[in-house]
């Protein structure tokens, strides 16, 4: 099996703590499944697989694998669809053969990762298929769930939408609360360009915040709560001057017009923060 890697992401530490959450070693007592120890046989073996409940676009098998791998190196592993996959009902994702009590006790840490991540995935694939036919891309946001932004990102990335900024570290971006400090849109693009930020994207949501936003610098704009007519007269007034990112109030339903308008990005939070966590099960048989 070729090693699981992403940039910023170490699996063998997000790997280690989330099963010393889940066995309790930090706790009086913890440490043990003691489940698995007091019903299980220490030389039980354990077969089984790994399915979709649902229609799905297929994320996090590698890091489900990753915790099986963690308590019983030995285990057969068999991943039976790559990421990215689109699966129909009842689909076979992985195929597992190990000692049982580890299966067991790696079960839940697996299947929650490969639950939420493909959550992301399908529903990152469904808005970026309602955008139709356009140059748009979809971004995601930085409302992820602290400490899983990296595997997140990853999700929105194998369900086909872009990465926006990785953290606060990456580019700046003028909000509306930045802009009340600095005394103006121009005045705060001006600040981040002095201090030798490179990319600064700056939110506007009233049309008279552009022509301020781009004569002082800015290197992107962030078109914030408007309707399609009125993104409409905001990419008229910036002439393609410099890229221009939809935000706010983004639903599967409205992002096809809001793509129409002629955007380059569209940012959908929700791709992260409130997409459902896939209906996928893991059923084993005695050996």
């Not at 694998?65 to 699966?87: C, M, N, Q, W, Y």
């Not at 580019?171 to 002095?194: Q, T």
Request: aromatic share 4%; charged share 20%.
């Amino acid at each position: 099996m070729t090693a699981f890697t992403l940039p910023g992401f170490d699996l063998e530490a997000f790997v280690a703590h989330t099963l010393a959450e889940d066995l309790g070693d930090t706790w009086p007592g913890g440490g043990r499944d003691v489940t698995s120890e007091s019903v299980i046989p220490a030389d039980a073996r354990f077969a089984g697989v790994m399915d979709s409940r649902d229609a799905v676009t297929v994320c996090g098998l590698p890091i489900a694998a990753a915790f099986i791998r963690k308590l019983d190196p030995s285990a057969t592993i068999e991943l039976l669809v790559s990421e990215g996959s689109a699966v129909a009902p009842g689909a076979p994702l992985m195929r597992i053969e190990g000692a049982a009590r580890a299966l067991l006790t790696a079960e839940r840490s697996a299947l929650n990762t490969v639950q939420h991540l493909t959550g992301i995935a399908t529903m990152t694939r469904a808005y970026v298929a309602a955008m139709g036919d356009t140059h748009a891309k979809l971004l995601d946001t930085r409302k992820t769930i602290p400490g899983l932004r990296v595997l997140e990102k990853y999700a929105v990335r194998t369900g086909g939408g872009h990465n926006h900024r990785m953290g606060l570290w990456d580019a700046a971006m003028i909000k509306d609360n930045h802009v009340a400090v600095a005394g103006g849109v121009g005045e705060a693009v001006r600040r981040a360009l002095h201090a030798g930020v490179r990319d600064v994207i700056c939110e506007v949501d009233r049309i008279d915040q552009i022509e301020p936003a781009l004569a002082a610098g800015a290197t992107r704009l962030l078109l914030d709560n408007m309707d399609p007519p009125m993104l409409r007269e905001a990419l008229a007034c910036v002439a393609k001057r410099v890229p221009c990112e939809a935000s706010g109030g983004v639903r599967l339903d409205t992002i096809a017009a809001i793509a129409a308008t002629g955007v380059d990005f569209i940012s959908v939070g929700r791709l992260t923060q409130s997409a459902p966590a896939a209906d996928i099960g893991l059923d084993f048989t005695p050996l």
